[in-house]
T-cell receptor
């Protein structure tokens, strides 16, 4: 196990298209988080799963965003009808229940043109 | 008011000096505090965490926490050019779930 894996690394899409990102957490970690980061800003929390349950969603997560974590393993983040403002780095992180420190994946950089 | 505040910098220190990075937070119920390092174009990596008031040392890094003042800092001793990066302060607030990050402080260590 080499850490948190995200796919794809880069995605360029046209405005209005749907995109889906995948995250594979560290296998023994039961908590999974999605963050978004734009240039010059810290990561902003989007949503959090404990096992397969989505326990918290940020107000940043509009109706165009949806995340799933079937069977408590990998997770997907889908953005529908992308807008230029969605251009950002989307980071996935995982942690074990008793630990607060996250391990981040390499991220998916989304560019909406 | 943003929950976690950091000076964006850049903070420039000469090689071998001590770099001091500061962070304040607004949620008085916060329990856990983290410092992440992020190189340009890379994802954040955890370097220190601290839960109790006082100092915690790990190699060249020392994290300091003062809950009464809602202040957490990171000291980097014997700074190296390879320490040049953005340092992100992160806090788990009362909700106990998500890390709230500051904007980060850019550190430049000059040879």
């Amino acid at each position: 196990d080499t850490g948190v894996s995200q796919d794809p690394r880069h995605k360029i899409t046209k405005r209005g298209q749907n995109v889906t990102f995948r995250c594979d957490p560290i296998s023994e970690h039961n908590r999974l988080y999605w963050y978004r980061q734009t240039l010059g800003q810290g990561p902003e929390f989007l949503t959090y799963f404990q096992n397969e349950a989505q326990l918290e969603k940020s107000r940043l997560l509009s109706d165009r965003f949806s995340a799933e974590r079937p069977k408590g393993s990998f997770s997907t983040l889908e953005i529908q009808r992308t807008e230029q403002g969605d251009s950002a780095m989307y980071l996935c992180a995982s942690s074990f229940l008793s630990s607060g420190g996250y391990t981040f994946g390499s991220g998916t950089r989304l560019t909406v043109v | 008011q943003k929950e976690v505040e950091q000076n964006s910098g850049p903070l420039s220190v000469p090689e071998g000096a001590i770099a001091s990075l500061n962070c304040t937070y607004s949620d008085r119920g916060s329990q856990s505090f983290f410092w992440y390092r992020q190189y340009s174009g890379k994802s954040p990596e955890l370097i220190m965490f601290i839960y109790s008031n006082g100092d915690k040392e790990d190699g060249r890094f020392t994290a300091q926490l003062n809950k009464a003042s809602q202040y957490v800092s990171l000291l980097i001793r014997d700074s190296q050019p390879s320490d040049s990066a953005t340092y992100l302060c992160a806090v788990i607030g009362n909700s106990g779930y998500a890390l709230n990050f500051g904007k980060g402080t850019s550190l430049l260590v000059t040879p």
